[in-house]
């Protein structure tokens, strides 16, 4: 399954509150790929990174940042959280053109 | 900016029926790939298309990449329950350098025993 994982699995925190979710992958693979999936929306991309510390926006990027000091670690940081950022977020890595994906973290928001 | 839509969004078959997803973009597409999402798992790669018409088969599934590269379809032939789950078709976003995906929002499909 390509290697990935991610942490924590389930979290349930308050709004206002700093969150960070990690993935981690084996395969030193340059792409990584952070996204949300939400019930009629698919799945849409937050972030993704081309490198150690190159990192740019997806289309759902606004209250996400994140940051990849190393190649196989991606990590996603919710500056303050909201109950709109409850969600299940998948990490994913690129092998060639397919995409492969971790199993996910969902985050409850209250 | 590129949409990805898919239809339709819920399925429920009888076991041994026939199943198609349909999917359609707003742009031509490079590619088009197709993912399948068990519940409470998460998406696995089934397929990419490349070319104008392709058409591909995985046993009872078979894939359609449409002659203007702007809609793909993934048909199945006697379900069984071991097909329940969602799928997605995903076009690249632009250049397929960056590896960049928008994805259909799903058909998830319900097969009765």
């Known amino acids: ?110 | 900016g590129q949409q990805v839509m898919q239809i339709p969004q819920y399925q429920h078959v009888q076991e041994g029926e026939d199943f198609t997803t349909y999917c359609n973009s707003s742009t031509t597409l490079s590619n088009i790939q197709w993912y399948k999402q068990r519940p409470g798992g998460h998406p696995v790669f089934l397929i990419q298309l490349v070319k104008s018409g392709e058409v591909k088969k995985q046993k009872r599934l078979t894939f359609q990449f449409g002659e203007a590269k702007k809609n793909s379809s993934l048909h199945i032939t006697a379900t069984q329950t071991t097909d329940v789950g969602t799928y997605f078709c995903a076009g690249f976003d632009g250049s397929s350098n960056t590896g960049k995906l928008i994805f259909g929002q799903g058909t998830t499909l319900q097969v009765k025993p």
């Open chain 1, 1 to 110: 399954d390509a290697g990935i994982t991610q942490s924590p699995r389930h979290k349930v925190t308050e709004t206002g509150t700093p969150v960070t979710l990690r993935c981690h992958q084996t395969e030193n693979h340059r792409y990584m790929y952070w996204y949300r999936q939400d019930p009629g929306h698919g799945l849409r991309l937050i972030h993704y990174s081309y490198g150690v510390k190159d990192t740019d926006k997806g289309e759902v990027s606004d209250g996400y940042s994140v940051s990849r000091s190393k190649t196989e670690d991606f990590l996603l940081t919710l500056e303050s959280a909201t109950s709109s950022q409850t969600s299940v977020y998948f990490c994913a890595i690129r092998r060639s053109d397919e995409q492969f994906f971790g199993p996910g973290t969902r985050l409850t928001v209250l």
